[in-house]
Nanobody
Framework: QVQLVESGGGSVQAGGSLRLSCAAS?????MAWFRQAPGKQREGVAN????????VHAAAVAGRFTISQDNAKNTVYLQMNSLKPEDTAMYYC????????????????WGQGTQVTVSS
């Protein structure tokens, strides 16, 4: 399995920004960000095909969050702008063979998570 290490979480006020990073131990074709709030199911936030650069963002974050990559570093980023209290969650990086969907079952490697807290 791919080893994934996230960083960059923290606490911010509504309207603020954070950038998450995820470093992978090896190159993988698809990397993604998920989040899970207490009592809620894990939901896909965005994924990126690291070969083509094609990215998909969930409707809840489109226009505010941007996933990007640095293939030289096997690293993906999640730039989060205009943060809202409802964005508060544990954010997880994931890796998989394809970017067919943002369903968690598509991904077989997961990071340990980084907490994002947005206060109103």
């Amino acid at each position: 399995q791919v080893q994934l290490v996230e960083s960059g979480g923290g606490s911010v006020q509504a309207g603020g920004s954070l950038r998450l990073s995820c470093a992978a131990s090896v190159y993988t074709n698809c990397m993604a960000w998920f989040r899970q709030a207490p009592g809620k199911q894990r939901e896909g936030v965005a994924n990126i095909n690291t070969g083509t650069g094609t990215a998909v963002h969930a409707a809840a974050v489109a226009g505010r969050f941007t996933i990007s990559q640095d293939n030289a570093k096997n690293t993906v980023y999640l730039q989060m702008n205009s943060l809202k209290p409802e964005d508060t969650a544990m954010y997880y990086c994931a890796a998989g063979a394809t970017c067919r969907s943002l369903g968690p079952y598509e991904y077989n490697s997961w990071g340990q998570g980084t907490q994002v807290t947005v206060s109103s």
